[in-house]
């Protein structure tokens, strides 16, 4: 059967018009991409788009893998090395084909390849590119961990039984690479499988965790820890020692914590691992933090500033001198957000250097200093040394005491922008704390340009959004109603979201900016009270506030801002 070209399948349909095809031909030739890609990527097209034309004009069907559980024995039908190069993954497979959905149907060499591996017909069908590494993740993810274990127990009962020992082999590398996985130790494979699958679910942390029975592995994916896999408990200090390996610790010294750091490189992304040990009754508990290093996570709209708060936020950052404080508590995403500002001031006519406890990202051009309180490098004692360095810009990883917060006012009022984070509740009790550790408040009203307030909100799944109508309860909350005819939306859940109808999260800001009234109620210590009628009559956006604003925008859902705002108040 003689297939028409995509490009003319694309103009015959009048998605794109002959100019653009013309231009997308010479960007594909620039980057080798395929056709499809590199009209998506130019936003010529959308994905349903590609997704429409092919199934209409190559007679193919459409599969929604969100909504299919693959069984494990179709590994044995397609190599997994095979899949990810091609992005495509076997569905269903009998006697004599093989159903394999693919992101680009017209690829015949792929086709062609898994025919000859199959050796048996190849019925193509279509889906999105998305779905189909996260089905790949899934299917190889659990085989090769299951195998791995296998290989474990296998290679352990053959070094029992000849009385040699496996760790010299079992430990050969010390780098995540999947081109080499069929070589590798099967330890290697299985703690290789794990870190693979958290970067792909976007996991912020894994946490290894000894049991009295086994090793349970979970990850915080968008803020909530989900059950992942276990391992058998006579395998566990095995995967342990490859962990602390990996970091750079003493794989021999048990009874102590330990820290460690990697870098691994997933699907063409530099991802940063934090390890930490903590020994626990049944063993060392372990706790992989990543930290991904690509440049769209560390962007202003990337964390989720946009409008007024953005511009805010350039004003703050782009001050001569004062002190800018990034304020919430654990896990809101304090540190993404200063590290986005540092990404956006360092430039070559600045010097800035940070001092941090841990340092989480290794950025070029900057001077990061890394706080060592065994030998009595202290953000105290470090920041009067960095200030003798000629330094324009200072960012402090966090304020924890008076004394480096005096030090970064003082420092703020002699002409250095300084960026620092706290742990406090909102914008207003962050001027309190600042009094409550012993700052002066002329001291505050002289240094303090402005006060980031943030949290971290769960985003709607973009794959199984709905319009939906909350409850009246909820709505009432927020203050809103259900008759004012809005619209709004949640995920119904999918195997993309693991059924939560959430995928992702956003930053939540207020942002304060000391202007000349709250100087002066601050150097007069006029208290909380005078200070938040001063902000009501400034029409000042408070968390809550843009929390409703997220739900109004359909980005979140009233559930999740009733959540966020039940723990403001």
């Known amino acids: 059967m003689a297939y028409k070209r995509l490009g003319d399948m694309l103009l015959d349909s009048g998605y794109i018009t002959t100019d653009q095809l013309t231009t997308a031909l010479s960007l594909q030739k620039d980057s080798g991409m395929r056709l499809g890609e590199t009209l998506i990527d130019a936003g010529y097209i959308t994905e349903k788009e590609l997704i429409d034309v092919l199934c209409m004009q190559l007679g193919i069907d459409f599969i929604d893998l969100t909504n299919v559980i693959l069984p494990t024995d179709l590994t044995q039908t397609i190599p997994k090395n095979m899949a990810k190069k091609y992005n495509m993954v076997p569905v269903k497979a009998t006697p004599d084909e093989v159903f394999v959905a693919m992101s680009d149907p017209m690829n015949f060499i792929a086709q062609e390849e898994a025919r000859t591996a199959t050796r048996r017909r190849i019925v193509p069908m279509v889906s999105t590119k998305l779905a189909i590494e996260r089905a790949i993740m899934q299917l190889y993810g659990n085989e090769g961990a299951a195998r791995a274990i296998e290989d474990m127990r296998t290679e352990a009962a053959n070094s029992t039984a000849t009385g040699t020992d496996a760790t010299d082999v079992r430990f050969a590398g010390t780098t995540l690479d999947a081109e080499d996985e069929a070589q590798s130790a099967p330890t290697i494979r299985l703690v290789n499988s794990i870190i693979e699958r958290a970067a792909t679910e976007r996991a912020s942390d894994v946490h290894l965790e000894p049991r009295e029975g086994d090793l349970q592995v979970r990850m915080r994916i968008d ?3 989900r059950n ?15 962990l602390k390996i990996m970091g750079g610790m003493n794989i021999a010294e048990r009874r102590v914590p330990q820290d460690g750091r990697a870098n691994v490189r997933i699907k063409s992304r530099d991802i940063d691992l934090r390890l930490s040990t903590l020994p626990t009754i049944y063993g060392e508990s372990v706790v992989v933090r990543l930290l991904d290093k690509s440049s769209q996570l560390l962007d202003p709209k990337g964390i989720g500033l946009y409008g007024e708060n953005l511009d805010k936020y350039h004003r703050l950052i782009h001050s001569n001198n004062g002190v800018l404080l990034i304020a919430g508590p654990t896990g809101s995403g304090k540190s993404s957000t200063m590290y986005t500002m540092i990404r956006e001031l360092n430039t070559e006519q600045v010097k800035l250097i940070t001092l941090e406890d841990p340092v989480e990202y290794n950025i070029d051009g900057i001077n990061q200093v890394q706080i060592n309180e065994k030998t009595g490098l202290t953000f105290s004692s470090g920041l009067r040394s960095i200030l003798r360095q000629d ?3 200072v960012a402090v990883g966090e304020i924890r005491d008076g004394e480096t917060a005096e030090i970064a ?11 620092s984070t706290i742990h406090t509740y909102d914008s207003l009790s962050t001027i ?19 006060i980031v307030s943030q949290r971290l909100v769960r985003r709607i799944c ?3 959004r709905e319009e939906y109508q909350p409850s009246a309860d909820d709505l009432d909350l927020l203050g809103l109603s259900a008759a004012s005819g809005e619209k709004f939306y949640h995920g119904k859940g999918c195997p993309l979201c693991f059924h939560t109808g959430y995928r992702g999260r956003t930053g939540v800001f207020e942002i304060l900016v000391i202007d000349r009234e709250l100087r002066r109620a601050i150097a007069e210590n006029a208290g909380r009270d005078a200070i938040r009628m001063l902000l009501e009559r400034a029409d000042f956006a408070t968390l809550s506030a ?13 559930e999740e801002a009733t959540r966020t ?5």
């Open 546 to 558: 843009s929390v409703i604003k997220l739900v109004h925008d359909g980005v979140t859902t009233v």
């Open 391 to 393: 330094p324009d810009i």
């Open 432 to 450: 309190d704390r600042l009094l409550d550790i012993g700052v002066e408040p002329y001291l505050i009203s002289s240094g303090l340009r402005g």
């Open 228 to 242: 992942v896999l276990t391992v058998p408990r006579d395998l566990q200090s095995s995967v342990i020692s490859r």
């Open 223 to 225: 803020g909530i820890m």
């Open 409 to 419: 006012m003082r420092a703020a009022i002699t002409g250095h922008l300084v960026l």
């Open 462 to 464: 973009p794959h199984c």
């Open 565 to 569: 705002i039940n723990t403001l108040e």
